[in-house]
């Protein structure tokens, strides 16, 4: 149980388009979802807070108008990076919360942005 | 402002040795205190987690931390080292609050674990 999936595990689009990845708890609901960002060799970042059915809380110095999250039901959040460029090339990892003390991870998403 | 520390950027161990990575934290509460583990290319595993009770927590994979609060550590050993156990691992820590807002964590900088055989 307790099983995140996210689509499309990588992705390699042009600078200037936009991207939108999936984020969802397979047998579990979760009224938040967490997004953050890993570059290479280092750790998580926290990126956003995603609540189900309202705005997402964003991490300072993230672009709320480039990283654009929506929670639209219980098992699913969307995270679409708008306008992307080399530089938000990256390792997109989502996680879900369905209680206290329990997050679990997706398998992550590859951004590749040439 | 919460923040975890992983002293160790790499550690090196032989298979059958024990092994510690490292974690020391920094709160203002009480510290709720998780290891993951992450294979290259892929999302984290959840190892275990100290939430209260025992200072020894057991996780999977044989696993096992200590929480030392007058140390305010949490470092995460195993007995026997295996190949299979090289990976990346990071220590987490959230605060202890209320809502799910309250569910985020913040990771320290991770450790590389490589076991030789």
């Known amino acids: 149980g307790a099983v995140v999936s996210q689509h499309p595990s990588w992705v390699i689009c042009k600078s200037g388009t936009s991207v939108k990845i999936e984020c969802r708890s397979l047998?579990?609901?979760?009224?938040?979802m967490f997004w953050y960002r890993q570059f290479p060799k280092q750790s998580l970042m926290l990126m956003a807070t995603?609540?189900?059915?309202?705005?997402?809380?964003?991490e300072q110095g993230v672009e709320k108008d480039k990283f654009l999250i929506n929670h639209a039901s219980l098992t699913l959040s969307t995270l679409t990076v708008t306008s992307a460029h080399p530089e938000d090339s990256s390792f997109y990892i989502c996680s879900a919360s369905p209680r206290l003390h329990e997050q679990y991870f997706g398998p992550g998403t590859r951004l590749t942005v040439t | 402002a919460q923040s975890v520390a992983q002293p160790e950027d790499q550690v090196n161990v032989a298979e059958g040795n024990p092994l510690t990575v490292k974690c020391t934290y920094s709160v203002s509460g009480n510290p709720y205190l998780f290891w993951y583990v992450q294979y290259p290319n892929r999302g984290l595993q959840f190892l275990l987690k100290?939430?209260?009770?025992?200072?020894l927590v057991k996780g999977s994979y044989g696993f096992e931390a200590e929480f030392n609060k007058s140390q305010t550590s949490f470092h995460l050993k195993k007995p026997s080292a295996l190949v299979s156990d090289s990976a990346l691992y990071f220590c987490a820590v959230r605060v202890a609050v209320n809502n799910n807002a309250g569910n985020m964590l913040t990771f320290g900088g991770g450790t590389r674990l490589m076991v030789k055989p």
């Open positions: 047998d579990f609901q979760a009224t938040t």
């Open positions: 100290y939430i209260t009770g025992d200072n």
């Open positions: 995603s609540n189900e059915g309202s705005k997402a809380t964003y």
